[in-house]
């Protein structure tokens, strides 16, 4: 395609009601033809809350990578990063939209992603954590890719037809992020002597919140008795086996670490966040908040 005619077809007026990633892309909508009514005997406020669960992992993660636009090491990283995130927002903009159309409250995706307040969003905390250098990212990216990708796989099943369909796509795409943050760590890892430090020191900040992603809740646990949701206990052993897998390339011992507890029992899936969150939400809703009615 010459760059005239990708031009006019970034410029091109679709119908009304196209479904489009972004504007002007023309991918496909994978959720064309998909059966959105409820599965009988599910309850639409734990749908919507699981929905938000993992489309708000999906936002505040997608968020954080962007800020590695304009400053990492190398344009090629810094693409994949950006594409990375372009994903998870991918991700986040379906299940968001899930949400806001089987709570019933007139909130679509917008509206969800920019004007809930911090202890509304449902993220496991691991998130939240400030991207840091280019080892935390990797320890971050690796960890929660191959939590996610076991989840995906198994979420493929789901009895909710549009959990499926975004399952199914998804995992196309976290397959690619857990390869490309494997990559890295063994490179850094079996590299030189600084390099292994940076990640051995990007894990010890990113494993005292693991525990988190496979603690369960109550929502989890009765959608995965009716086959919609994924009890995040089971994923446990593949993730150390993969993660274990990925160490070994990389000659990399894992450092102890004393694990982050909750707050008289709650964590990120019940609304208590880390510090961060807070600070990431008020850069991310600033220009939303400031013209509520604007459109563009």
């Excluded at 196309?172 to 490179?187: G, I, L, P, Q």
């Excluded at 030189?192 to 809740?217: I, K, N």
């Excluded at 011992?253 to 029992?265: A, D, F, I, Q, S």
Aim: glycine share 8%.
């Amino acid at each position: 395609m010459s760059f005239d005619n990708a031009y006019e077809a970034i410029a091109e007026t679709h119908p009304e009601g196209d479904a489009r990633w972004a504007f002007g892309t023309g991918f496909d909508d994978p959720l064309s033809g998909v059966d959105t009514t409820v599965p009988e005997g599910v309850d639409t406020a734990d749908l919507a809350a699981y929905c938000l669960m993992l489309g708000d992992d999906a936002l505040v993660l997608s968020q954080r990578l962007t800020e590695w636009v304009t400053r990492a090491h190398e344009l090629e990283d810094e693409v994949a990063l950006a594409n990375i995130a372009l994903d998870l927002l991918g991700q986040a903009r379906m299940l968001l939209s899930r949400a806001g159309s089987v709570e019933g409250a007139g909130r679509d995706e917008d509206a969800l992603a920019y004007f809930r307040p911090e202890a509304e969003f449902r993220n496991v905390r691991l998130v939240e954590l400030p991207v840091g250098d280019f080892g935390r990212t990797t320890a971050s990216l690796l960890v929660f890719s191959t939590w996610r990708l076991a989840l995906l796989n198994r979420l493929v099943g789901s009895a909710d037809p549009v959990l499926a369909a975004i399952a199914a796509k998804a995992v196309k795409e976290v397959t690619y992020h857990r390869e490309y943050a494997a990559r890295w760590a063994v490179r850094l890892g079996d590299g030189t002597e600084y390099s292994a430090e940076r990640l051995r020191a990007g894990f010890a900040d990113v494993l005292p919140l693991v525990d988190e992603l496979f603690a369960g809740h109550a929502v989890e646990r009765r959608l995965a008795a009716s086959g919609v949701a994924v009890d995040s206990t089971e994923l446990r052993e593949e993730f150390d086996q993969v993660l274990g897998q990925v160490c070994e390339l990389a000659t990399l011992r894992l450092p102890e670490v004393n694990r982050t507890g909750t707050v008289g029992g709650l964590a990120g899936r019940d609304g208590v966040h880390t510090e961060h969150l807070g600070y990431l939400l008020a850069e991310m809703q600033s220009l939303a908040r400031s013209d509520p009615e604007a459109t563009w």
